[in-house]
């Protein structure tokens, strides 16, 4: 029992598949609704916009940093695309890169200005949360922007059986997945955020290692945006309120570090399905909608407890 828990403060992927089992089960005898065909397609569609965000934002936490305002990149990634697609009449190719374009840009600005400049990740991106999400409600004059081309229902189809944004997301993970475990560039986000110092005295340029990061969040978070507007068929100004706590609440409890230098993309996928299990366990089972926060709340102090546990024994 004592070298299971020891494997489990290793590798929190195992503890944490190990509680979405328990989780699932719980949930299936509290009610059998949980386990039926339309609650699994549910949870698979919603984990799709929230995972590509938090592949994003596990590389930037692994580098030592953290993005507040990714719920907000989302929603001025969704309007700018839908404004170019409908105001401006552009090819609904173009429309979709530019909008990835502006999150990127987004993510530059938040990395320059906290790693060139020196200001605080907190204070940059929770500006820049109220930043987007003001940029996203005055380009759209603070409405959802529709009707939208009939090209974009492609983006919302199907492809055997699933949406088109689980294959992106899946995709995207996977190529993710193998780019920070066994590349260069993966290593040096392990480096920068274990210790700065030491990776920028072995000639890593961890400055650069941060912006990259940024600037990939912001262009996942806008890319996310995108998808969910094809899938509402609307730019809503709305879209991505409060994915920023739900992200970062998902890969932490995914074993990715807050300190930077810990975690992997497979675990902070595993805490993005854990949490809608859980949040869609509770809604089935009737319980509060007050109550749910309540319920993430615990499990990500739970989570942070058992990272500050690992580091302890590890150290």
Known sequence: MLALRDRALRSPEIGLIFALLV???AFTIVSPAFASGATVESTIRTIAFVGLVAIGQTMLLIAGEFDLSVGSVASLGAVVAAVLMTRASLPIPVAIALALCAGLGVGLVNGLLTVKVGLPALIVTLGMLFAARGGAYVISDGREVYPLPDGVRALAGSIL???LSVWVFAALALVADAVVRRSGFGRRLYATGGNAEAAQLAGIRTDRVKIAAFAITGCLAALAGVLLMARLRSGDPQIGIEWELSVIAAV???GVSLRGGIGSIAGALLGVLFLQVVSTGLVIAGVE????PVAVG?????ALA???LRRTRTA
Do not use: K, N, R
Request: net charge negative.
């Open 23 to 25: 989780a699932i089960v």
């Open 161 to 163: 059986g699933l949406p």
């Open 252 to 254: 932490v409890v995914g």
């Open 289 to 292: 909608s007050a109550l749910q």
């Open 298 to 302: 615990v499990v990500m102090i739970a």
């Open 306 to 308: 058992v990272d500050q």
